[in-house]
């Protein structure tokens, strides 16, 4: 008896240790930038609204990218990706930022940010997408 006691003890040690390495959560630094121009009629706030919008659009193609290098996306995948990521990007770093100010009619803002991601939760996500 002691032995497959010391069998069963084995094996449920060794589940716990798989499904502990499964749950673990790797949180990954993604950076994105963007940079756009000032249109007629809108304020420097709302450029500078809409180009972090933009931004957090390149950092999801960053990942989705380089993370899925070996698959080919199609519009209405990478689409779909921002749709179902962008809502989970929650603290954003501003790297840089800066005003284009080539000439008066030319004006706009750079951004460059950064996020710490889910990498569990977002694989998850794309795999669902492309599959």
């Keep these: 008896m002691t032995k497959i006691n010391k069998l069963i003890n084995t094996y449920i040690f060794f589940v ?31 450029c500078r609204a809409a180009c972090i919008d933009s931004a957090k659009n390149n950092l999801i193609d960053n990942y989705i990218y380089t993370r899925f290098d070996d698959h080919i996306f199609s519009d209405s995948e990478r689409k779909l990706c921002i749709l179902e990521l962008k809502p989970l990007i929650n ?41």
């Design 16 to 46: 716990l240790i798989v499904f502990s390495q499964q749950s673990e959560n790797t949180f990954l630094n993604i950076n994105g930038e963007y940079a756009r121009r000032l249109y007629l009629g809108e304020s420097m706030e709302e």
């Design 91 to 131: 603290n954003v770093i501003i790297i840089s930022e800066s005003e284009i100010t080539r000439r008066l009619e030319n004006r706009g803002k750079f951004i460059e940010l950064s996020a710490e991601i889910n990498d569990n939760i977002f694989y998850e996500k794309v795999q669902q997408i492309i599959q």
